[in-house]
């Protein structure tokens, strides 16, 4: 079976309409037509696991509220101020030099868990929960 590209380069299966011209079947909507074969999408690969990464990041932002608010309430500045570091680093980790710059999937992924794993280390243990259930 094979699908259909027209003039926009929008991709669609069924019946052909006019000059469109034929393609193989394309192998997920994470690809795009090169003119000679379907390549991975990297603005659409880092759109999906950009938006993956958010959602995973408000919960670690929520738990290093609670732990920072509680921080405060004991008078530990010092946990108070290595969660509003965390909670900094986190904000940017989507815009970080190595995410932003990533030209595949591999190296965005791996860009994500070196920049994630350099914000838990310098964190420090003591914040290790609100990390625990981040996935990447």
Not at 33 to 46: F, K, S, T, Y
């Amino acid at each position: 079976m094979s699908g259909y590209l027209d003039r926009q380069g929008n991709y669609y299966q069924g019946d052909r309409q006019g000059e469109d011209a034929a393609v193989p079947d394309r192998p997920s909507s994470q690809c795009v037509w090169n003119g000679v074969a379907w390549v991975p999408d990297i603005v659409a690969i880092r759109a999906s696991t950009l938006t993956l990464v958010r959602e995973a990041r408000e919960v670690v932002l929520n738990r290093l509220a609670g732990i920072g608010f509680a921080a405060m309430a004991a008078g530990d500045t010092a946990t108070v101020q290595r969660v509003l570091d965390a909670r900094t680093a986190l904000l940017g980790i989507t815009t970080a030099t190595p995410v932003a710059t990533a030209p595949d999937e591999a190296t965005l992924r791996a860009a994500l868990v070196m920049v994630y794993v350099g914000i838990k280390t310098a964190a420090g243990p003591a914040l290790d929960k609100a990390f625990q259930d981040f996935r990447l």
